[in-house]
Structure formats: C-alpha cells, structure tokens
C-alpha cells in the first residue's frame, strides 16, 4: 500500500491518564469500494516503536469479477506484515515469491535493499466475489539491517501461539508476549498481537516495552471510565499501567504493538523508510530508471509519483 500524510482530528488525553494520544484516523477510499483507514504514520506522532505504518484494509465486500488490485511496488529499509480476519491476498514479490495469504496466517516481507511486489485478490475468489478485511504494517528496520537482503517469510495461522485466559484470547503475531513468543523472525525487538475480547473481559497491557499501542478493530473497549470504538488507536504513555475492558454488550477486538524507540529518526517517503535522505533520493532514481527487480510474471506496475501530488509523503 502507498503512504499519504492522513489528515486525521487529534484528541489530547488528560496528562494524568494512561493515554498519551488518541488518534482517530480518516477512512479513505481506494476505488472499486475499497477503503482504509490510516492509523500511522500520522501529524502528531510518526511511529510506535518500530512500527511506522498502519492501515486497517476494509471490511469491503468485492463482487464478482472485482478485488484488491495493488501493482507491482517497490519498498526499501522496512518489513511489510499483512494480516487478514477475512478474505485472502496473493502475494508476488520480485524474489519469485507467490503465497496466498490466509486469515490468521502472516506474511512478513523484508525490504531490506529493496524489493518489488504485488498484492491482488486470488484468482477464484475474484471471479465468485469475497469479503476483504485485515491489517497491514511496516516495520522499520534497525540501522544494522536497513541494506541487508531482502526476504520473505509465510507463517501459517497454526503456528502462531494463542494464549486464552477469563474472556480474552490473544494470538502472538510476533515478538513475546503474556509468556507466548511468536515464531515469526523479526530484525528488532518487539510486540504484536491479535486480541479478541468477550463482553465484559479484561486486558492488561503490560509495561514491558517502552511504547505501546491497541488498535480498536472491532466493538468497544473501556479504559479509565471512557469507551473507544473501531478505528481509534490509542497510544500508552511509557511505563503506565493500563487495564482494557471490553463492552458489557458487544466485546470488542484490538490489535497490540509496541517495542523500543527506533535508534534515531526515520524518513519516509512513498513507499521508501530509510533513516538516509540521499538513501530515499537513490531509491526513487532506481525505480524511476527501472533498475529495481521486478516481479516476475507482471509487466504493469505503479509509477513514481511524479510530480508529487498533494498528500504524497515528503520529508519530516
């Protein structure tokens, strides 16, 4: 997915409160019915951890004959992780790479250097139609790693632990948490987790990491006497105890994420992370003179934006 700047309202917590931002994304539309809402990076803050994008894709429902028609594009010093709760992507990268993705399953793509790659609807599902609803993130990664070989990693929904205890049931996507460790390789230390919450069950989020954020995918939770609903992101303050309960009526779902702060500042631009300008500027150039590798099997793919139309991230 290509970044734009959202330009989404801000809520300021009471500096006494767990929370030290509520951001509350805009949902945009990416044609053919299908929207996003754009979570990170965002006007106030720009990352959570490693973390430095987040998109929730849908809930969208393609008729027959339509589905996610994403080009062939390049990324360079981050890892993409796609994330499903229903539908399916297929994934081609420049590497030969082809995996269907699943609900529950994660597709983890090292940028590294650079890579090109393609998300579409499958074949089948394109032609009965089919529902469409997940997270996608980047990751960006550490100085050390930033130019290393890029890769790709397919992790099966059965793999991943599942911790269940009093109404909640968390699925470790990657990183450790609540004792449970993902089996999913990662270039820096970390969190992310799916957890579904029956009415009324409680959630710590422990302190373990210095930043911290839930994603409000579904039904509500409360946290300090006030309910936050789907497509809020809230984002701890370091070291603060903080306890989730989900509605007495619905239950709710949230996405956890966190880790340690990057080692120093991340520039993005377009589909490009990198902690260099001059490395952002190399990179645009590449993919402008098609010296990047493409995906093998795909001729079309998504130009350079150029010129630069409003919204199209530029330098902090």
Same mark, same amino acid.
């Given at each position: 997915?290509?970044?734009?700047?959202?330009?989404?309202?801000?809520?300021?917590?009471?500096?006494?409160?767990?929370?030290?931002?509520?951001?509350?994304?805009?949902?945009?539309?990416?044609?053919?019915?299908?929207?996003?809402?754009?979570?990170?990076?965002?006007?106030?803050?720009?990352?959570?951890?490693?973390?430095?994008?987040?998109?929730?894709? $849908?809930?969208?429902?393609? !008729?027959?004959?339509?589905? %996610?028609?994403?080009?062939?594009?390049?990324?360079? $010093?981050?890892?993409?992780?796609?994330?499903?709760?229903?539908?399916?992507?297929?994934?081609?990268?420049?590497?030969?790479?082809?995996?269907?993705?699943?609900?529950?399953?994660?597709?983890?793509?090292?940028? $590294?250097?650079?890579? #090109?790659?393609? /998300?579409? #609807?499958?074949?089948?599902? !394109?032609?009965?139609?089919?529902?469409?609803?997940?997270?996608?993130?980047?990751?960006?990664?550490?100085? #050390?790693? /930033?130019?290393?070989?890029?890769?790709?990693?397919?992790?099966?929904?059965?793999?991943?632990?599942?911790?269940?205890?009093?109404?909640?049931?968390?699925?470790?996507?990657?990183?450790?948490?609540?004792?449970?460790?993902?089996?999913?390789?990662?270039?820096?230390? %970390?969190?992310?987790?799916?957890?579904?919450?029956? @009415?009324?069950?409680?959630?710590?989020?422990?302190?373990?990491?210095?930043?911290?954020?839930?994603?409000?995918?579904?039904?509500?939770?409360?946290?300090? $006497?006030?309910?936050?609903?789907?497509?809020?992101?809230?984002?701890? !303050?370091?070291?603060?105890?903080?306890?989730?309960?989900?509605?007495?009526?619905?239950?709710?779902?949230?996405?956890?994420?966190?880790?340690?702060?990057?080692?120093?500042?991340?520039?993005?631009?377009?589909?490009?992370?990198?902690?260099?300008?001059?490395?952002?500027?190399?990179?645009?150039?590449?993919?402008?003179?098609?010296?990047? @590798?493409?995906?093998?099997? /795909? #001729?079309?793919?998504?130009?350079?934006? /150029?010129?630069?139309?409003?919204?199209?991230? !530029?330098?902090?």
């Amino acid at each position: 997915m290509a970044w734009q700047m959202p330009d989404e309202p801000f809520v300021d917590p009471d500096p006494s409160s767990a929370l030290e931002t509520i951001i509350m994304p805009r949902t945009r539309d990416l044609g053919d019915g299908f929207e996003v809402r754009r979570a990170l990076p965002s006007m106030r803050r720009r990352m959570v951890g490693p973390f430095i994008f987040f998109d929730q894709m $849908g809930p969208a429902v393609f !008729r027959s004959g339509h589905g %996610l028609d994403v080009r062939p594009h390049p990324h360079i $010093g981050l890892a993409t992780v796609t994330y499903l709760f229903e539908g399916q992507v297929l994934h081609r990268d420049s590497l030969g790479t082809v995996q269907t993705i699943q609900p529950g399953a994660v597709n983890w793509m090292v940028a $590294g250097r650079g890579i #090109t790659h393609s /998300e579409r #609807t499958p074949p089948g599902l !394109r032609a009965s139609g089919g529902k469409l609803y997940g997270i996608q993130i980047w990751v960006a990664a550490p100085k #050390t790693h /930033e130019e290393i070989a890029p890769g790709f990693a397919h992790t099966p929904a059965e793999a991943l632990p599942v911790v269940e205890d009093a109404g909640a049931r968390v699925r470790v996507i990657a990183g450790g948490l609540y004792g449970a460790r993902s089996p999913v390789s990662t270039l820096s230390e %970390l969190f992310y987790a799916d957890a579904v919450l029956a @009415a009324g069950a409680r959630l710590q989020v422990r302190a373990s990491h210095e930043e911290r954020a839930a994603y409000v995918a579904e039904g509500l939770v409360e946290l300090e $006497g006030q309910t936050y609903g789907p497509g809020q992101l809230l984002i701890f !303050r370091p070291g603060a105890e903080v306890v989730v309960t989900a509605s007495a009526q619905a239950g709710g779902r949230v996405l956890l994420f966190g880790g340690e702060p990057m080692d120093g500042p991340r520039h993005i631009w377009w589909n490009f992370v990198s902690s260099s300008r001059e490395r952002i500027e190399q990179a645009k150039e590449d993919w402008k003179s098609g010296r990047m @590798a493409a995906v093998p099997g /795909e #001729t079309d793919f998504i130009p350079l934006p /150029e010129p630069e139309p409003s919204g199209v991230a !530029r330098y902090p």
